[in-house]
């Protein structure tokens, strides 16, 4: 079988931690389609990808919960649980759940941390400003007492 040349969308880094290529570029197909999807018209972006395997990645893309179906005739239409935006954050806070997850206590969370912010700074100081904004704001809530 022949494979499809790998679009690479900012988006594609942290998709492509949860899903394989195929369900990445699939999601995306779904996501341009901006209405049900069903696997005949999503099939024209993929010339050499056989049918049964489209309908098989849009089987699997569901039972992991990320796309919703219904019934049409005799087919499946699919539609996105989540917009692009919103399942990337999703992702990004299963992934920061995982890492903190081993390391509950305030003594063990430092390294983490702190390797963190020195990998955000080398990338882009602007960023660093980003977080210290954001924690600021979210230490404002806390005391204010209106939450998250």
Not at 1 to 6: A, E, K, L
Not at 83 to 90: D, H, S, T
Not at 99 to 113: I, Q, S, V, Y
């Amino acid at each position: 079988m022949r494979r499809m040349p790998t679009r690479q969308s900012p988006d594609a880094d942290v998709l492509s931690q949860a899903f394989g290529p195929l369900e990445v570029q699939v999601l995306d197909a779904v996501w341009t389609q901006r209405r049900p999807a069903t696997v005949k018209s999503v099939q024209s972006s993929f010339p050499g990808v056989a049918y049964t395997t489209l309908m098989t990645t849009l089987d699997r893309l569901h039972k992991k919960g990320v796309l919703e179906r219904a019934k049409v005739g005799r087919a499946f239409a699919y539609v996105p649980r989540f917009a692009r935006p919103e399942m990337e954050l999703r992702l990004a806070a299963k992934s920061i759940d995982s890492l903190l997850g081993g390391a509950r206590e305030r003594t063990a969370l430092a390294p983490l941390l702190s390797c963190f912010v020195d990998a955000v700074s080398e990338r882009d100081r602007f960023l660093l400003d980003d977080l210290e904004r954001i924690l600021k704001e979210k230490r404002a809530r806390l005391v204010r007492g209106d939450g998250r």
